[in-house]
């Protein structure tokens, strides 16, 4: 059997899994290449959460407001990056503040923050051609509302390893056209998708900045009985299946862009003493997401004021 088989194989079953859990399934011809936006989700999120900022967008543009929205849009995310654009939003002259999306409410007294929290639109588009020129096409991206937050390269280890996923982030997913030197958006570091993972049916790695041949993967792995990789599962499912089961879970995945990942920013120093601020996207290993859960829930339980130790290997990121 061809390696394009198994792949589709594993990506029908992780839209099919997606879509039972509340996900919407995207049609590529839908996804705007200039802007890198599923814009319908987009203007359904502010249509059903700020109409009148919405309806002043339309009285003031007119048939021009799409266009007002996403130029202001993508300046926003030039400036600021997707993780900040997302939890707090963008300016657009004579409409305000625009809201991307809404975090899980605190009170859920609060009705319409629940209602707007509820209103947030999670979507995976499969095959997702973002090339002008090129018939490049990446297995799955997901967004939030309209906003592309990650992809994901599938491989399968019965043909191809997670190895080979690796390499085709840095051969064929480059943020510029070597020909044209056009700027793709969608992979763009901190503008773009925040994190890209290289998944087989048995393993995940993950990288937040795809650099050609200087893409740095970690692992994205719960662990082996102390080893690397993940167990086998006694239910008959990919090993992985903590990633579409756990990790985009919906509240689980929104409450990862608007509490865990982060920018890190750190003052060095070159061979000729010249310094500069080296921005580093950081999204959770899996370690650290389920380490921080364990502990939030085990203060829930047993109140504030309990000691705890995350006990791993060295340079794991215990300390982030």
């Not at 790695?205 to 719960?222: I, S, V, Y």
């Not at 008959?236 to 929104?254: C, K, M, T």
Request: charged fraction near 25%.
């Amino acid at each position: 059997m061809s390696d394009l088989h198994h792949e589709k194989h594993l990506e029908a079953y992780i839209v099919d899994k997606l879509d039972k859990q509340g996900w919407l399934v995207g049609a590529s011809f839908e996804y705007d290449k200039d802007f890198a936006l599923y814009t319908t989700d987009l203007v359904d999120w502010i249509q059903e959460t700020q109409p009148t900022k919405w309806d002043k967008l339309v009285a003031l543009n007119a048939d021009n407001a799409l266009k007002v929205l996403k130029n202001r849009l993508d300046q926003a995310l030039e400036k600021h990056g997707t993780v900040q654009v997302l939890r707090r939003g963008f300016d657009i002259a004579g409409c305000g503040h625009i809201d991307v999306s809404e975090a899980a409410p605190e009170d859920q007294r609060n009705q319409d923050v629940v209602a707007r929290y509820a209103a947030n639109r999670l979507r995976v588009v499969p095959q997702l051609r973002y090339h002008h020129s090129a018939d490049y096409e990446i297995d799955l991206v997901f967004f939030i509302n309209g906003l592309p937050v990650a992809t994901v390269e599938l491989k399968t280890d019965f043909v191809q390893s997670a190895e080979a996923a690796k390499q085709q982030y840095r051969e064929d997913r480059l943020p510029v056209d070597p020909r044209t030197k056009r700027k793709e958006p969608l992979l763009t570091f901190k503008r773009g998708a925040v994190v890209h993972f290289a998944m087989s049916d048995s393993v995940i790695w993950m990288a937040t900045k795809l650099a050609g041949e200087n893409t740095f993967f970690l692992p994205f792995n719960q662990g082996n009985e102390g080893r690397a990789g993940n167990p086998p599962r006694s239910d008959g499912e990919y090993p992985v299946a903590y990633f579409w089961e756990d990790i985009l879970d919906r509240d689980a995945w929104l409450r990862i862009f608007h509490s865990f990942v982060y920018v890190e920013k750190k003052e060095v120093v070159d061979l000729k003493g010249n310094w500069s601020t080296k921005e580093t996207l950081i999204f959770p290993r899996f370690h650290q997401w389920a380490a921080v859960n364990k502990m939030i829930a085990d203060a829930k339980e047993n109140g504030p004021g309990q000691a705890y130790l995350c006990e791993h290997s060295a340079g794991s990121g215990k300390t982030s």
